[in-house]
């Protein structure tokens, strides 16, 4: 499978606090030409939850700083996030098939 980016649409950044529980889908719409969203995790750990629960730090799966993720776009949409510490950003880059 070969990813491309969805033409015109920028990556979005997602500033993610130990405060309470983001979500992407909240901050950005994604494209109807949309298949997968990439997640970069910057500067801090976070929590993610696809179930609609809320995470917490003991609540969802780590995200290590550092690391990227692929989604497909229902999952990105049902993702939910929570620093674990520090305040951490999220970069997303949307993707087409």
């Given at each position: 499978m070969?990813?491309?980016?969805?033409p015109g649409v920028s990556g979005q950044a997602l500033s993610v606090t130990a405060g309470s529980a983001v979500s992407l889908a909240?901050?950005?719409a994604f494209s109807v030409s949309c298949n997968c969203v990439t997640v970069d995790?910057?500067?801090a750990d976070v929590m993610v939850t696809?179930?609609?629960?809320t995470p917490s730090t003991t609540v969802g799966h780590r995200l290590y700083?550092?690391?990227n993720y692929t989604w497909s776009k229902a999952?990105?949409?049902?993702?939910?996030?929570?620093?674990?510490?520090?305040?951490?950003?999220?970069?997303?880059?949307?993707?087409?098939?």
């Open positions: 070969y990813l491309k980016p969805v909240t901050s950005t995790v910057q500067t696809f179930g609609g629960e700083a550092g690391q999952a990105a949409i049902q993702a939910k996030f929570i620093a674990v510490s520090a305040t951490a950003t999220l970069y997303a880059s949307e993707w087409s098939l």
